[in-house]
C-alpha cells in the first residue's frame, strides 16, 4: 500500500488523477492541495509514499515545494509545461506526465512507481535547497531510507565520508550527499571552518581548544573531540587573540 497525495492548481487535473487512482488499490489518496503553500504542510503533515505534483502553481512552484518537505516521497509530476522535463527527471522523478495525458498514459508511470520502489527525489532536491540562498540555513540529508531538512546552526561539525559527508547534530549523524570540499565551498566560513582534510567544525559549537604537541585538539560542546592537522592551523590561529 503506497499513500498518495495530489497537487495541482487546477480542479480538473486533480479530478483526473483521482479518477485514474481508482483503477489501483494499492494507491490509497490521503488529500489534495491546490498550491505550493499547503503543499508544503500537507506533505509535511502526512509523510505520503507518493505525490503527484504541478510544476506551475500559486506561491511556489513545484521544485520549490520539493525544498521545503522534511522527508522526500516518490514524485510524479503532472502538468502542462513540457519545458520542465529535463529538471524533473534531474530530480529523479519517477516519470513526467503532460497534460493532456491518458489513462494509458497514467498507466505506464504508475508501471515505473513499482519498478522503482527505492526511487526518492535526491540529489537536486538537495542542491535546490543548499542554492536557495548565498548561505543556505537548512539543507536535507539522509536518515536511514529517508530524507530529512536539518538546520545548519544545529549541526556540530561535519566529517568526510569517502564521496560524501556526514553531519553530526549533537548525537545523530546523518549523510550528504555532498562531499566534505563541496559542503566548505557552500558553508558561510564565518561559522563553519576547515581544521583537517576529514573535518569542519562550527565554531558555535566549541567548547575548548587543546594544544597537543605541535597541534590542537578541539572539543566540541557535545563531547566530540577533533583533531585540528597541520596543514589546516592557519585557519585556527587567525581567530586567537
Do not use: C, W
Not at 535547497?129 to 561539525?157: A, F, H
Not at 550527499?177 to 582534510?197: A, Q
Amino acid at each position: 500500500m503506497r499513500k498518495v497525495i495530489i497537487v495541482d492548481d487546477e480542479a480538473s487535473g486533480r479530478q483526473l488523477i483521482k479518477e485514474y487512482l481508482e483503477d489501483y488499490e494499492e494507491l490509497i489518496l490521503l488529500g489534495e492541495a491546490n498550491n505550493g503553500v499547503d503543499a508544503v504542510k500537507l506533505i509535511n503533515e502526512f509523510k505520503p509514499d507518493l505525490v503527484f505534483l504541478d510544476v506551475q502553481m500559486p506561491g511556489m512552484t513545484g521544485f520549490d515545494v520539493l525544498t521545503h518537505l522534511e522527508e522526500l516521497p516518490q514524485i510524479i509530476f503532472s502538468t502542462a509545461y513540457d519545458q520542465y522535463a529535463l529538471k524533473a527527471f534531474e530530480v529523479h522523478a519517477i516519470d513526467y506526465l503532460l497534460k493532456p495525458y491518458t489513462k494509458a498514459r497514467f498507466k505506464v508511470a504508475i508501471e515505473k512507481l513499482r519498478n522503482n520502489s527505492n526511487n526518492k527525489a535526491r540529489p537536486l532536491a538537495e542542491s535546490l535547497l543548499m542554492e536557495t540562498s548565498k548561505y543556505p540555513k537548512r539543507i536535507l540529508v539522509q536518515s536511514q531510507n529517508k530524507l530529512v531538512t536539518i538546520n545548519l546552526e544545529d549541526v556540530v561539525r561535519i566529517e568526510a565520508y569517502g564521496d560524501y559527508s556526514k553531519i553530526i547534530v549533537n548525537d545523530s549523524v546523518f549523510l550528504s550527499n555532498y562531499g566534505i570540499s563541496t559542503l566548505e565551498e557552500k558553508l558561510n566560513s564565518d561559522v563553519f571552518i576547515r581544521v583537517h582534510r576529514s573535518s569542519i567544525i562550527n565554531l558555535n559549537k566549541v567548547k575548548e581548544l587543546n594544544k597537543y604537541t605541535k597541534s590542537y585538539d578541539v572539543t566540541m560542546l557535545n563531547g566530540d573531540v577533533v583533531r585540528v592537522s597541520r596543514g589546516y592551523m592557519s585557519n585556527i590561529k587567525k581567530l586567537m587573540y
